[in-house]
């Protein structure tokens, strides 16, 4: 009997044969029907194929399972949604403000309110990435502390003394920045708990959904494909098999750290699209996967969330519908790695899409694949 999702398979094939990536592995559940669609190699050149099994790096696609996590733990009374983080945290216990969002890094006044968890979880910590940050972007870089499709290369004291040591780009609770507030509630989290951040993923998230394939070391290095770059002559290998992955991690990262197969992250979207059992309550599932964000903190973030989109607690929000599959409420999000999760409610469709080819910018997403699975609901 022909699968429904058979075309989508396709028009995945049929960039692996256009040679745009080597491989790829997706997984569905269309109202209560899964199906996972494998196609293409581990490596380019003559390789083992893809199997349902095979590990990704997911990159930013930890950020909801990192969402998931500090709930959970609010969930336990660890810590609340409003709690300062400077209890945990001292290095951002008295932060200085740029005095204008871009200008010069000598040039700070005080933060008028403390940073809370809520302010980490929804991304307006005034911590984070934008494209308008002049200096403070460049001195992200320098010390190792800016945004990557990678983890930092940093022990998360390390990591932590270094960005205490700048400025934020804006008050916390009035702008939104990508990518770094997930990676501080890596250590909040675990300096919360007294226990690590992989010790917590597969206490609160991994075990109770049964993802033996979710860390953030990759336990089968052969099941990891090359990560590669897209360049003018082809693909360039970006980390090996026996690279990031293969030993373990200096620094736990909720901000794109897991590896993980399709169907384990397909698993997890599914418990939280299902009401949150065994992991989270429906209330905080709501509170997770609606837009948190006021008008100015979205507009600040438009360059990187895009047109008709917001943010909830460490996931992305379809707000407008800018194309045909993006209905209002659909939630979830990309990787820089080449890998894509959202869940639409409204359709009851859940996906993920699983690649080792690096999205190259914001004009890279899978599209074709959100397409070609709209077509088919």
């Given at each position: 009997?022909?699968?429904?999702?058979?075309?989508v398979a396709a028009v995945l094939q049929a960039q692996v044969e256009?040679?745009?990536?080597?491989?790829f592995v997706a997984a569905v559940r269309y109202r209560g029907t899964?199906?996972?669609?494998?196609?293409?190699?581990?490596?380019?050149?003559?390789?083992?194929?893809?199997?349902?099994?095979?590990?990704?790096?997911?990159?930013?696609?930890?950020?909801?399972?990192?969402?998931?996590?500090?709930?959970?733990?609010?969930?336990?009374?660890?810590?609340?949604?409003?709690?300062?983080?400077?209890?945990?945290?001292?290095?951002?216990?008295?932060?200085?403000?740029?005095?204008?969002?871009?200008?010069?890094?000598?040039?700070?006044?005080?933060?008028?309110?403390?940073?809370?968890?809520?302010?980490?979880?929804?991304?307006?910590?005034?911590?984070?990435?934008?494209?308008?940050?002049?200096?403070?972007?460049?001195?992200?870089?320098?010390?190792?502390?800016?945004?990557?499709a990678l983890p930092p290369e940093l022990s998360p004291d390390e990591?932590?003394?270094?960005?205490?040591?700048?400025?934020?780009?804006?008050?916390?609770?009035?702008?939104?920045?990508?990518?770094?507030?997930?990676?501080?509630?890596?250590?909040?989290?675990?300096?919360?708990?007294?226990?690590?951040?992989?010790?917590?993923?597969?206490?609160?998230?991994?075990?109770?959904?049964?993802?033996?394939?979710?860390?953030?070391?990759?336990?089968?290095?052969?099941?990891?494909?090359?990560?590669?770059?897209?360049?003018?002559?082809?693909?360039?290998?970006?980390?090996?098999?026996?690279?990031?992955?293969?030993?373990?991690?200096?620094?736990?990262?909720?901000?794109?750290?897991?590896?993980?197969?399709?169907?384990?992250?397909?698993?997890?979207?599914?418990?939280?699209?299902?009401?949150?059992?065994?992991?989270?309550?429906?209330?905080?599932?709501?509170?997770?996967?609606?837009?948190?964000?006021?008008?100015?903190?979205?507009?600040?973030?438009?360059?990187?969330?895009?047109?008709?989109?917001?943010?909830?607690?460490?996931?992305?929000?379809?707000?407008?519908?800018?194309?045909?599959?993006?209905?209002?409420?659909?939630?979830?999000?990309?990787?820089?790695?080449?890998?894509?999760?959202?869940?639409?409610?409204?359709?009851?469709?859940?996906?993920?899409?699983?690649?080792?080819?690096?999205?190259?910018?914001?004009?890279?997403?899978?599209?074709?694949?959100?397409?070609?699975?709209?077509?088919?609901?």
């Open positions: 009997m022909a699968q429904r999702f058979e075309p256009a040679g745009r990536m080597p491989g899964t199906e996972v669609l494998v196609g293409g190699r581990l490596a380019v050149g003559d390789s083992a194929p893809m199997r349902s099994d095979t590990l990704f790096r997911l990159a930013s696609v930890t950020k909801p399972f990192g969402g998931a996590l500090t709930l959970a733990l609010i969930e336990d009374g660890v810590l609340g949604p409003d709690d300062v983080v400077g209890t945990w945290l001292p290095e951002l216990a008295e932060p200085r403000v740029t005095a204008r969002r871009g200008g010069p890094l000598d040039e700070t006044v005080p933060a008028v309110r403390p940073i809370t968890v809520r302010h980490l979880l929804t991304n307006t910590a005034g911590l984070g990435w934008a494209p308008d940050l002049g200096p403070l972007e460049r001195a992200m870089h320098d010390r190792g502390v800016g945004p990557s990591y932590l003394s270094r960005l205490g040591e700048l400025p934020l780009s804006g008050q916390p609770g009035e702008t939104w920045n990508y990518h770094t507030c997930s990676d501080v509630l890596s250590v909040l989290l675990a300096r919360a708990t007294g226990r690590t951040v992989s010790e917590l993923v597969a206490e609160k998230i991994a075990g109770p959904l049964g993802l033996s394939d979710t860390g953030f070391r990759a336990g089968s290095p052969h099941r990891l494909p090359p990560l590669y770059w897209p360049t003018d002559g082809g693909l360039d290998v970006v980390d090996p098999p026996d690279g990031v992955f293969a030993r373990p991690a200096r620094f736990e990262s909720l901000g794109g750290g897991l590896v993980s197969t399709a169907p384990d992250v397909l698993a997890f979207l599914c418990a939280v699209a299902d009401g949150g059992a065994p992991v989270l309550s429906a209330g905080s599932v709501a509170a997770m996967t609606r837009d948190a964000l006021t008008p100015e903190e979205r507009a600040t973030g438009r360059e990187v969330l895009g047109r008709g989109r917001s943010w909830g607690l460490q996931v992305g929000i379809d707000t407008e519908r800018v194309q045909p599959w993006r209905t209002p409420g659909r939630w979830g999000w990309d990787g820089g790695t080449g890998t894509s999760a959202w869940v639409d409610p409204s359709r009851g469709l859940a996906a993920v899409l699983l690649t080792q080819r690096m999205m190259t910018g914001a004009n890279d997403e899978p599209e074709e694949f959100w397409a070609a699975l709209h077509r088919c609901v």
